[in-house]
């Protein structure tokens, strides 16, 4: 009917209208238009300050709830969904009655791929903010119920006011982002390991320690996938190394490469081979100084082992 909208209709809105007035201060804050929406509700930049102007340096999205509940993925794909998403990933609570607004990290779905076997279900548990209470990083619950704990900022809108606080806030929002950043490249280099804080405060940069969990027995695809994005890493550090003179160093990278690529020819390291089979005399194939250098190696670990039965 012309002229009418249904009683409340705003009230979804208003959260994330409050959300981007926060979020908008640090940069650019756009929101996601309902039938656009696919479960982000704000696409942010975090913008710094280069002289007279603001640079546009770290991209992230923000989902945004009116509610302290789990947030709640169903089914493999939706997992894969949140735990590839390739940006920083924030959840923010509304409490519209007391115009107060909590940011929670979503490092949980790091742990969740660091484990290696993605489940049907993801639930990520935010704790409601408790002054002076140091929030802890995900802990295996024994199931993929995992907590989000304590938010990574809690604040009001009239804190915003506060130049001081405010500029503290965004110091540590920008501290968090290099840390979800810092995950994400393992997620796209195919590292089953996450890194995260044992230890943090709200409203601080403060970090009581760091943890590295990861698989401990990867499936055959998953090893493959990580060491596949080693190939020109690798390469590129053992020709560097030649560069530098360092024919010891680049000798220990072409033996790392020649064992995960033992089918792979050419290359980077093509100086590498040619600069070790003049070393070692060895001329009659391109690989003959570090397939050398291999059998060496062999030879004294199985002497080593014998020795010690």
């Given amino acids: 009917m012309p002229g009418v909208k249904s009683y409340g209709f705003h009230e979804g809105s208003r959260s994330e209208y409050l959300a981007q007035y926060a979020f908008a201060s640090w940069g650019t804050a756009v929101v996601v238009p309902q039938q656009e929406d696919h479960g982000l509700d704000l696409h942010c930049t975090l913008m710094q300050q280069v002289g007279g102007r603001l640079l546009a340096k770290w991209p992230y999205t923000v989902q945004v709830k009116s509610e302290m509940k789990p947030v709640m993925f169903e089914g493999k794909e939706a997992v894969r969904w949140v735990i590839e998403h390739p940006?920083?990933?924030?959840?923010?609570?509304?409490?519209?009655?007391?115009?107060?607004?909590?940011v929670y990290h979503t490092l949980a779905r790091f742990y969740a791929w660091s484990l290696g076997q993605w489940p049907d279900r993801l639930s990520m548990i935010p704790d409601p903010?408790?002054?002076?209470?140091?929030?802890?990083?995900?802990?295996w619950p024994g199931s993929y119920d995992l907590s989000l704990d304590q938010p990574i900022l809690d604040?009001?809108?009239?804190?915003?006011?506060?130049?001081?606080f405010w500029q503290n806030a965004?110091?540590?929002f920008e501290h968090w982002v290099e840390v979800e950043n810092d995950n994400l490249t393992r997620v796209r280099t195919r590292l089953l390991a996450c890194r995260i804080p044992h230890r943090y405060k709200t409203n601080d940069t403060w970090v009581g320690g760091w943890a590295t969990v990861s698989a401990g027995y990867p499936n055959e695809?998953?090893?493959?996938q990580t060491?596949?994005?080693?190939?020109?890493?690798?390469?590129?550090v053992g020709?560097?190394?030649?560069?530098?003179?360092?024919?010891?160093g680049a000798a220990k990278a072409a033996l790392l490469h020649r064992h995960l690529f033992p089918e792979e020819?050419?290359?980077?390291?093509?100086?590498?081979?040619?600069?070790?089979?003049?070393?070692?005399?060895?001329?009659n194939y391109v690989y003959a100084g570090v397939d050398h250098l291999a059998e060496v190696v062999q030879k004294a670990l199985e002497g080593n082992a014998k020795g010690s039965g």
Avoid: Y
């Fill in 170 to 172: 965004r110091q540590v």
């Fill in 239 to 248: 020709e560097q190394l030649l560069r530098k003179g360092d024919l010891d």
């Fill in 87 to 102: 940006l920083p990933l924030f959840l923010c609570i509304v409490n519209k009655a007391s115009a107060r607004i909590s």
């Fill in 129 to 139: 903010a408790t002054p002076g209470q140091e929030g802890r990083c995900t802990q």
């Fill in 155 to 164: 604040f009001s809108v009239n804190e915003m006011l506060d130049e001081d």
């Fill in 227 to 236: 060491t596949a994005g080693l190939k020109e890493s690798v390469a590129w």
């Fill in 265 to 283: 020819h050419g290359g980077l390291f093509h100086r590498v081979q040619v600069e070790l089979n003049g070393r070692l005399g060895k001329q």
């Fill in 221 to 224: 695809e998953q090893f493959d």
